[in-house]
């Protein structure tokens, strides 16, 4: 069926994300760091990754093995336990810092998780205000936009929100005084709490935030933050759906903390990019105090067989082929390149990275908040021109975020480079 540009036109969903770099872009194959573009020679060089999902490089040939043989392999039935859930469990629970007697249940996409993890410790403790941070991104549906910062969602527009949440700043360990900001957080958590604990079910935090552009807090800021809460009787949740699955050179970043939450969110590449399999990994007990009968919980295509097989395989993977080594020296070769490149233009500042998650800040020559977030929106617009895609971040859209596939080149980071330059140049 011949497709008209009138047609993409008129089909095209005003809501979709497309529309933020060309909605006339119609992607035709990907492979490995390279997107190709229908009518285009050059492939584009994603250094967003399908926002994390293809960690391990579009159409990687044995993940698409294991999406195959996860087809073969397992009969398409659904709501029932298996040893292949109880395989995928041990493996993702033994990788906790703190295992403990903590198990997964295996909901559809990263928001679906944020759900069950809210109404778990809503249940388990009886009270309803959840904690979350200024610059916190938790997903679309509405207990996910409910802690999810305003400046990513315009939520007055949708109604009403389930719950009470009650918002705190986040600190980024390379803000002035980091450690000072930290601290007087801490501070004004704890006397929240000391008012509030008969209220607050759960402290929800991500280790680092994602979406506003991969602020990684100072010190012991999060573990600081877990003694509080423990204090408190109040439940830790801690979303590692964009930070999980090796982004940050670990399995889990709490891997480099060492920190003990209650409950650990996974998502994103853990069925490999295909299957959207997401993990709520909490203590027994939380679970134990879920009214059960009709739980609440399960959903027609939760506990999927097809895609915890995959991720099985998935587990295998990055075993075999050391994937956090990997993260870890790719992500600090790619840093040294970026740093040496950025390091010669003022407008960028605050570079920062942890594995292969990469954030920095753009500053307008007015120094004016705006100016930086239009600077940055030409900066995505000119690195699109140039097929290079990336994305803006941040509560006022003045950052940008880099999320590599681990199995980029020295010679596609080189050409990163070159677009990169290029594009600042055209920017200054
Ligand atoms: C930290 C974090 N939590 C939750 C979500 C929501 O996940 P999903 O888009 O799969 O619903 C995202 C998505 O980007 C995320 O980065």
């Given at each position: 069926m011949a497709i008209s540009v009138n047609d993409i036109k008129r089909y095209n969903?005003?809501?979709?994300?497309t529309t933020i770099y060309?909605?006339?872009?119609?992607?035709t194959k990907a492979k490995g760091s390279m997107i190709w573009m229908y009518g285009k020679k050059e492939p584009y060089i994603d250094l967003l990754m399908s926002y994390s999902s293809a960690n391990f490089g579009h159409t990687n040939k044995e993940i698409l093995a294991y999406v195959k043989s996860a087809a073969e392999k397992?009969?398409?039935?659904?709501?029932f336990n298996s040893s292949e859930k109880a395989e995928l469990s041990k493996k993702l629970v033994e990788l906790l810092p703190h295992p403990g007697n903590k198990v997964p249940y295996f909901p559809v996409g990263g928001t679906k998780a944020i759900d069950a993890a809210i109404k778990l410790a809503k249940a388990y403790t009886k009270k309803d205000i959840i904690i979350a941070f200024s610059g916190a991104f938790h997903g679309y549906s509405y207990a996910g936009m409910s802690v999810t910062d305003d400046a990513f969602v315009?939520?007055?527009?949708?109604?009403t929100y389930p719950g009470k949440v009650k918002l705190f700043p986040f600190p980024h360990?390379?803000?002035?005084d980091a450690q000072r900001v930290a601290k007087d957080i801490l501070t004004k958590i704890e006397t929240y709490l000391k008012a509030n604990h008969n209220k607050v079910a759960a402290i929800l935090f991500e280790p680092i935030q994602g979406a506003a552009g991969f602020l990684i807090p100072p010190g012991n800021f999060l573990s600081d933050l877990i003694e509080i809460a423990k204090k408190y009787h109040v439940v830790t949740i801690c979303?590692?759906?964009?930070?999980?699955?090796?982004?940050?050179?670990?399995?889990?970043?709490i891997n480099q903390v060492g920190i003990d939450p209650d409950i650990v969110l996974l998502s994103k590449s853990?069925?490999?990019?295909y299957y959207p399999l997401s993990a709520v990994i909490a203590n027994r007990e939380i679970y134990e105090a879920v009214d059960t009968g009709h739980s609440g919980f399960d959903s027609?295509?939760?506990?999927n067989l097809f895609g915890i097989e995959i991720a099985n395989n998935v587990m295998s993977y990055i075993k075999k082929n050391k994937i956090p080594n990997l993260v870890q020296k790719t992500g600090e070769y790619f840093f040294h390149e970026l740093k040496q490149l950025t390091d010669?233009?003022?407008?960028?500042?605050?570079l920062d990275h942890i594995g292969m998650a990469y954030g920095y800040r753009v500053e307008a020559k007015s120094g004016k908040i705006e100016d930086g977030a239009a600077l940055a929106k030409q900066i995505r617009k000119e690195a699109f021109r140039n097929h290079l895609i990336t994305q803006t971040a941040g509560v006022h859209g003045d950052h940008m975020k880099l999320s590599p596939n681990f199995f980029i080149t020295k010679t596609e980071v080189q050409l990163v480079m070159k677009k990169l330059k290029k594009v600042f140049d055209q920017c200054r």
């Open positions: 969903t005003p809501v979709d994300e060309d909605p006339l872009a119609l992607v397992v009969d398409n039935i659904i709501g315009a939520k007055s527009q949708f109604g360990r390379l803000a002035v979303d590692e759906i964009q930070t999980g699955v090796c982004r940050t050179g670990t399995f889990y970043y853990l069925a490999g990019g027609t295509f939760g506990t010669t233009y003022s407008f960028i500042k605050e």
